[in-house]
Each structure stands twice: as C-alpha cells, then as structure tokens.
C-alpha cells in the first residue's frame, strides 16, 4: 500500500523511523492503562510520545519513559493553583468547604482529617453532618470532631432535611466566630437525579448564609473510568472546585485523574493516604505520575 | 462518535453483509473495537488480552449466516464468552449441614459490606431464618454503630460486645480483639440457636499485611462456611490486585458486586470472575435494605459492553 505515497513522504517515514519496537510502545500504553488512565487518553499520549520520539530521534526506551514523564507531569500541571479555600470569603463569614462524592469514597475521614489540620493552624472549626441518611453517619462525623475538640451540628432525628443542616452548621459558625465550617454530605451515585437534586438544595440553601469557598469532590483512587462521569455530573450540580483522592495507600494509581483534570480543569488538591488522622496531604503532581510510571 | 459497540461494529462491517467468511482484517478491527470497549468498561488489561484473543480465534471459524449481519454474529460470539466466565459457577449460598451457617464478609474500605450485611440479614429473615450480625470491625470510627442502627433496621439482633473505635484512640492502632469477637459471636449464635451468622469485618486493602493476616485469623477462628468478597461495580484496573491479594488472604468462596445502581460498566466482573474463578453470586444495588439481588451474568454482559439492544435484535433474528 506504501508504493502509492509520493516518495519525500516514505523517505522521511525512514530516515525518522524510531528505534523501539511494538512490545516496547504496547508496555508503555499498558502503563498507563493499568493505572486507569483510560484507553482514549492514553492512546492518545502514546501518539503524541511517537511523533515527538520521531523528531528528536530518541532511541532507548529508557529515555522514551523519561519523556513520557515529562509529557504527564506537564498535563497535570504542576503550576496549578491548589490551596483549599478555607478563608471566609465576606467580613463576617466563615470559610464553608462542602465535600461531595459517590458512596463510600472518604468524604467523612477527610472532613474529619482537615478538621485536624486546621486545628493545628490554630483554625475555629465547625462540622456540618449533612448526611442524615446513612446508619450513624453523623455519629462517626461526630467522632472525627471531637477527636480535635471540634463541635459537631446535626440532626436530632434520621431522615431529616440535609440542607436543613447544613444551613445551621454555616449559621452556627457564622454566629460563633467560626474560621471554617466544614460540611459533609451523604454519599450519593451521580445518576440519581433526586439525590442530585438534594445535593443542589445544599448548596443553594447553604450559599444564603454564606459563600461557598471551597466545594471539594472526594474520588476514591481505585475508581476506574466512571470517575470521570462522576466528576462532570458533581461538577455542574455542585461547582465542584477541587478534587480529594483517597486511598492511594493501596496499589491503585487513581489515573483517572488525569483525564479529568484534563477535561474539566479541576485540580486534584489533596491527597487521602491512609485511615489515620494524619494521613492527609497537599497533592503533588511528581510523586502522582511516579506512582503511575511505578 | 458512536455511542456503543454494537454501533461500532455495525459501522465496522456495514460493508460487509452477504459476505460468506469475515477475512481476518475484518476480524482484527472487530477485535480492536471489542478491545476498546472493554477497557472503556473497566475489564482489567490481561482479562482484555485474554478475552480479545479468544473472540478473534472464534470469530476466524464463523459462517456468516443468513439470519445474522456479522457484527450481530461477533456480539454473539462476545456475549456467548462474557456469559461464560461470568456465570460459570453461578451458584446460591451454601448451608451449613448443621447450623449455623457462618458468614464472613471481606473487602476494601468503604466497598459495601456492612451494608450489604443488613441486606443478607433481612433477605434471610423474610426466608424463615434466624440470623444474628457481628460487628467485629472494630477500627473504622462507629462501623459498631452503623452496623447495629442496620441490624435494627433489618429487625435482627446484633452481636456487639466492644464498641470499636469511638475516637479516643488512635486508629492506626489495631483496637480490641476482632478475632475474638468473630469466635465469640458464633459460639453465642449457637448458643442461642441462630441458625445464620453474619460477620462483618473491617474494610483494608490488600497491601496491609497486617489487617490482612487479620482477616486470615478471623476465618480460621470462625470456619465460614461463605467468604463473600465485597467489590465496588466503580473499580478499575486495580480490581485484579486487590481481588488476588484477598483471594490469597482469605480465600473467599463467592462474589458480591456492590453499587450497580450506578452508571459504571461494572468489568471489574469479568476481571474477578476470570482472574479468581469464584462466582459472583449477589448485586447489591442501593443503599436501601431490599436492593440487593441474585446476580445475572447475562444482563452483566449486556452491560459491560452496553449492547442490551443488539441482543435483543440477536435474539429476534
Ligand atoms: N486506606 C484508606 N482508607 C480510607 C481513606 N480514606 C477513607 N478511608 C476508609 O474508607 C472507608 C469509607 O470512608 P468514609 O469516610 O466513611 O467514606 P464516605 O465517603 O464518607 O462514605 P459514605 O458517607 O458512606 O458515602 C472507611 O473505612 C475509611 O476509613 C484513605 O485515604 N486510605
Ligand atoms: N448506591 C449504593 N450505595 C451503596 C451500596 N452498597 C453500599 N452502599 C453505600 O456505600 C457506602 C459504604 O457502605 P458500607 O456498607 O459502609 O461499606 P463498608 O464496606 O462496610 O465500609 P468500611 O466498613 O468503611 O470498609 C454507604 O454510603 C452505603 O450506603 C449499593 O449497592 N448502592
Ligand atoms: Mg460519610
Ligand atoms: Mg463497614
């Protein structure tokens, strides 16, 4: 089929041909897949890694790794603004963080880990338990806090009115002085248009108050490729503003990450490592795509 | 952009009808479709391989028959392979000869298992059973809570003789004896003539050595009769890591995939089903006690590669 290509064309496909063979592209786009990268965006890197690699005419797989590096760490964007907004954002007011996310990613220990760090920063701090549907959500939100001596609002009963909730936790820091209120919210699947719903209440309600400052969304690293749909649908109910990933203690990447920075420019800003209180910590854009390369 | 892979396919061989035989440049951009739509659907990468060169072999020997365009005729074949793995061992849960029947239930953090515990409680119950629920996490802060407020809700008792982490000490440091309250529950259910114990155990990932020898020894303590691995539908590629580490550590019996209200594809089914060869034996689908299913690997398969319509077309033909 190449006999038909004009002749500059197929000499210059030659004399730039890079030296590494299938196996070695097929490793690194393996790579990235196994990292959860997704098969779209990681083809695509992969392109772009091959015409780059052509023009320079690197030959060792060693120093093609090393650019591929390069070419991650560049679209995560180390230059990314990534401070938590916790000051309040009018005279009078409180910084108010909302979490958010999908069941069981580890929204409630991360309010119950930043509550420990603004502590530490000498931070007032209030916690909103505004998930009032899940068995003794707001007893274990209630825990975190007063590990850090940090008050707690909540319902007296199940079932009540999140946003209800959160409303009260941002007016009783409001009235008492509060640097931050943190709120939490139950667990909900993005493809549940009523919670959803709920979830925009929140913020619609909570915003009467207050500003939001700050609305994180919490994704777990083992997520695969339904992260991304999470973050655009978390994204347009809720504005999300920044992105926790959890558990990357354990052999997951979170790749994920990168498409979803990439698409909704949302930076990931904090980092879950761990169940202990401690084991929170500033995103760091090297040490993430060293995770991903292994 | 098409939407799915039956979309893809079908534009892939919209040339094609009346054809005798697919050549096999056919079949390999078949094949790279097939492939792409599994990793889009979260299938771990060496299940994809695997899988990807068994359909291109079948699809090699296929007439094309009359009833059939070729694209419907590789969905079948892909289908036919998917339903294979996933519901290889499809089986219900096993009783005890001589009650009770001792339920233990493992899994990453936050996958789905004392959830699920209320949900195996109550579905028991509403057969005619007795089961009666261990908390023996005892390290995330209030699992005892939560699983009690869940028992209740269940209308089943509940074995919780330590309250677990109530937040005075330090979680990084293993809190009271799980292992004991995993021995004692089941010596307490038969005592009181529970004819099912439900174990409930701490979420930990696979890398803990520690938390994973924990788990071990509560098995050994406890000799269940089912180990239900719980997974998240959501998970990706690590699903095969984790599944492995807890198919060493604890050697579970059966399957639960949590979360399948959820709009993720849900590969993390073929890739555990394939990678670990036990069945995957429930869904759980909701937060609410009555969503949690049997499961069918059917309209699994369907649902990895979102093809429920080409087989309906299949079937029709
Ligand atoms: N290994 C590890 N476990 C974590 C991390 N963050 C949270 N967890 C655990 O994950 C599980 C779920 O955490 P939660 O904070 O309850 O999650 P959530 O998002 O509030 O859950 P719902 O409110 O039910 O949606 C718990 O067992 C936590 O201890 C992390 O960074 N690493
Ligand atoms: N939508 C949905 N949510 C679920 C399902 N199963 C569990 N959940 C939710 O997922 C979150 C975590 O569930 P848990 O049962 O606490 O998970 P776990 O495995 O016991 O968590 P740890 O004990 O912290 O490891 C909660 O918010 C549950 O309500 C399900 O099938 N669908
Ligand atoms: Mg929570
Ligand atoms: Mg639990």
Redesign the interface.
């Known amino acids: 089929a190449r006999s038909g290509s004009p002749l500059g064309a197929r000499l210059l496909a030659v004399l730039s041909r890079d030296h590494l063979t299938e196996d070695d592209w097929d490793e690194l786009e ?1 790579t990235l ?4 990268v ?3 965006p990681a083809g695509e890197l992969i392109d772009a890694l091959r015409t780059r690699v052509r023009v320079q005419g690197v030959s060792d797989p060693a120093a093609v790794r090393a650019l591929l590096r390069e070419e991650l760490i560049a679209l995560v964007d180390p230059t990314m603004d990534r401070e938590v907004r916790t000051d309040g954002a009018e005279p009078g007011t409180p910084g108010v963080v909302l979490v958010v996310g ?5 929204k409630t220990t991360t309010v ?1 880990k930043l509550a420990r760090v603004l502590v530490a920063e000498d931070k007032s701090v209030v916690l909103g338990a505004a998930d009032t ?4 959500a707001a ?2 939100l209630q ?2 806090g ?2 850090v001596g940090v008050h707690t609002v909540r319902a007296d009963r199940d079932g009540a009115d999140p946003a209800a909730v959160a409303f009260d936790a941002v007016k009783h820091g409001k009235a008492t002085g509060a640097d931050v209120v943190l709120v939490d919210t139950a667990g909900r ?4 248009a009523g919670l959803m719903d709920e979830l925009g209440k929140i913020t619609r309600v909570v915003t009467r108050e207050a500003p939001l400052t700050e609305v994180l969304l919490v994704l ?8 991304m ?1 999470q973050a655009r649908v978390f994204g347009e109910v809720a504005g999300v503003t920044g992105i926790v990933l959890t ?1 990357l ?5 979170g ?2 990450v990168v498409a979803v920075q990439r698409a909704l420019g949302v930076p990931v800003k904090l980092v879950g490592l ?4 401690d084991d929170l910590a500033p995103f760091d854009a090297e040490q993430f795509v060293d995770g991903i390369l292994g | 952009m098409f939407n799915s892979l039956s979309d893809r396919l079908t534009a892939t061989f919209k040339n094609l009808r009346g054809r005798g035989r697919l050549s096999e440049a056919d079949i390999d951009a078949t094949v790279r479709e097939i492939r ?1 739509a599994l ?4 299938v771990a ?1 060496p299940v994809v391989r695997e899988f990807a060169a068994a359909v291109r072999e079948r699809a090699l020997g296929v007439e094309v028959s009359g009833a059939l365009n070729p694209a419907q005729q590789v969905v079948k074949i892909v289908n036919e392979e998917l339903v294979e793995i996933l519901g290889g061992a499809t089986r219900t849960l096993r009783l005890a000869k001589v009650p009770p029947t001792v339920i233990m239930l493992a899994g ?5 298992k ?1 959830t699920l515990a209320g949900k195996l409680a109550h579905a028991l119950k509403g057969q005619g059973h007795t089961p009666l629920l261990v908390a023996a996490d005892l ?4 699992a005892v ?6 028992a209740e ?1 269940a209308g089943v008792p509940v074995f919780a003789p330590h309250p677990g ?4 000490v ?3 440091i293993v809190i009271g004896d799980p292992v004991g309250v995993a021995r004692d529950g089941v010596a307490y259910a038969r005592d009181k003539q529970h004819d099912v114990v439900i174990v409930d155990t701490a979420g930990r ?3 803990d050595e520690a938390l994973m020898r924990q788990a071990a020894d509560i098995r050994a303590a406890i000799s269940p009769d089912e180990v239900l691995f719980v997974i ?1 539908a ?5 699903a095969v ?2 599944a492995t580490a807890f198919l060493e550590g604890v050697d579970f019996t059966g399957v639960v995939l949590s ?1 399948l ?5 849900g ?2 089914a073929l890739s555990v089903a394939k990678v670990t060869g036990r069945p995957i034996m429930f869904a759980s689908t909701g ?1 609410k006690l009555t969503d949690f299913e049997v499961f069918h690997p059917d309209r699994m398969a369907g649902r990895i590669l979102d093809m429920g319509d080409v087989l309906t077309l299949i079937e029709q033909a």
Do not use: C, H, Y
């Open positions: 393996e897949l196994l990292a959860d997704g098969a779209g999908v069941n069981g990613t580890g119950g549907f899940r068995a003794a007893d274990q825990t975190w007063s590990r699947l993005q493809n549940k777990d690293a083992t997520t695969g490729q339904n992260g749909q558990k203690d354990g052999t997951a990447k790749g994920i761990g169940e202990g209180p | 792409r990793l889009d659907a979260d990468v990453l953090q936050g996958a789905g004392t390290q995330r802060p209030n809570t939560q699983l009690s407020v869940v809700r982490n109530q937040g005075a330090d979680v990084d990932l696979g890398v998240d959501m998970i990706g590629q690590d890591n984790t979360k209200d959820g709009d993720a594809r590969g993390a937060e």
